[in-house]
């Protein structure tokens, strides 16, 4: 009888360990790979400074873990299922920031718990994916409607909207490329993409003239002016051009860069910190990064493909959009081919809110692949 008892346990469990082998785990360790690396750039970058930064950023990627533990073991079906209130959350949440919010960098987007801050819009970015998701998921046409379109940009342009009162034009940004996804997707006829591109040049040039600040105009001049301003705004560019520049083939070799322990380059271990490691490690260091990035984005891809609903496949979009673009942006900005923002690099940046909200991208993600043949 033990014997048999045995047998049927096992018999039990085997369906559950062929599942769990069939994950895509190669995400978490690409994911885990980017936080090692990130981890040896921080400290790199934040060593000649009074407060090295590895030891929080260290504290920030085991905390990141076990959010991506707890999201891998939420069924996402559940989640979407309460993505109304969670949004509304995330939305108050950038409200309340407005008012108590402290402020770091001329943007009012932190709490602030001692040494440590919480930025609610990243977290608000994966309320909003979640909502759109549910909510594009239920639009079972070729192409959506108008009105569809528009309820969907509603969703999305009340947190981003928020987040540009607290004058964090880069974390605004980042809601654009979820928006974008998903909507490609679910299917847009050309003739809206074309509106909605005029629409855009009008809106881009509403924020210029009412809501972009004199330094965030300044930034963008610099970038089609290098040497408008050299020693002030243009210093930062002129700066990290140079540590890219100097890495060439392999490197300077780790904590050898110039630009980053004598201290010229500014903001490297956040937003900057790709210019760090091409300086430390050159163009083949570069490379290995990206690749790592892109085996990121083709597993997470993989997992969109190979899914079984609706809203699973617009969840994973979406999360793909924004990290896609994140990478795109802050590597694109660090060698001058973009105006300069707040964007980080995924698992590279420093940075407590941005580290948690990416392992439960991560484990969002890979729970889409495990209960792929539940949630149909």
Do not use: C
Request: charged fraction near 10%.
């Amino acid at each position: 009888m033990r014997a048999t008892s045995t047998s049927l346990t096992l018999a039990e469990d085997r369906p559950l360990l062929r599942q769990l082998a069939d994950v895509r785990w190669t995400l978490l360790a690409t994911a885990m790979l980017l936080a090692v690396v990130g981890l040896a750039t921080v400290h790199s970058a934040s060593s000649e400074l009074a407060s090295d930064y590895f030891p929080r950023q260290a504290v920030w990627v085991g905390l990141g873990l076990i959010a991506f533990a707890a999201m891998l073991g939420i069924d996402y079906q559940t989640l979407s299922k309460f993505s109304v209130p969670i949004y509304v959350a995330g939305v108050l949440a950038l409200t309340a920031v407005l008012f108590l919010g402290a402020v770091r960098g001329g943007a009012r987007s932190w709490f602030g718990f001692g040494s440590f801050g919480l930025q609610p819009s990243e977290f608000a970015k994966l309320s909003t994916t979640l909502l759109l998701a549910r909510y594009l998921a239920g639009t079972n046409r070729r192409y959506l409607q108008l009105g569809q379109i528009a309820l969907a940009s509603g969703i999305v342009l009340l947190p981003m909207s928020l987040v540009v009162l607290e004058r964090d034009l880069g974390s605004a940004l980042m809601f654009l490329p979820v928006l974008a996804g998903m909507l490609f997707v679910a299917g847009v006829r050309w003739q809206l993409l074309v509106a909605a591109l005029l629409l855009g040049l009008l809106l881009g040039a509403l924020v210029w003239n009412f809501a972009l600040l004199d330094y965030q105009k300044e930034r963008v001049l610099t970038f089609l002016d290098p040497e408008r301003d050299p020693l002030g705004a243009g210093y930062q560019l002129r700066q990290s051009k140079i540590a890219v520049g100097s890495g060439q083939i392999a490197g300077r070799g780790y904590m050898q860069g110039t630009q980053s322990q004598l201290r010229f380059l500014p903001a490297r271990h956040t937003d900057f910190i790709f210019a760090v490691l091409a300086e430390e490690w050159g163009f083949l260091g570069v490379v290995g990064v990206l690749l790592l990035y892109a085996m990121y984005i083709l597993n997470g891809a993989q997992v969109a493909i190979r899914a079984r609903d609706r809203t699973s496949v617009f969840l994973v979009v979406g999360l793909l959009a924004a990290f896609g673009f994140h990478v795109l942006y802050n590597t694109a900005m660090v060698v001058g081919l973009l105006p300069i923002t707040g964007i980080p690099l995924p698992f590279l940046s420093y940075g407590g809110s941005f580290t948690l909200a990416s392992f439960i991208s991560v484990g969002l993600i890979l729970g889409v692949d495990l209960r792929r043949y539940v949630n149909r």
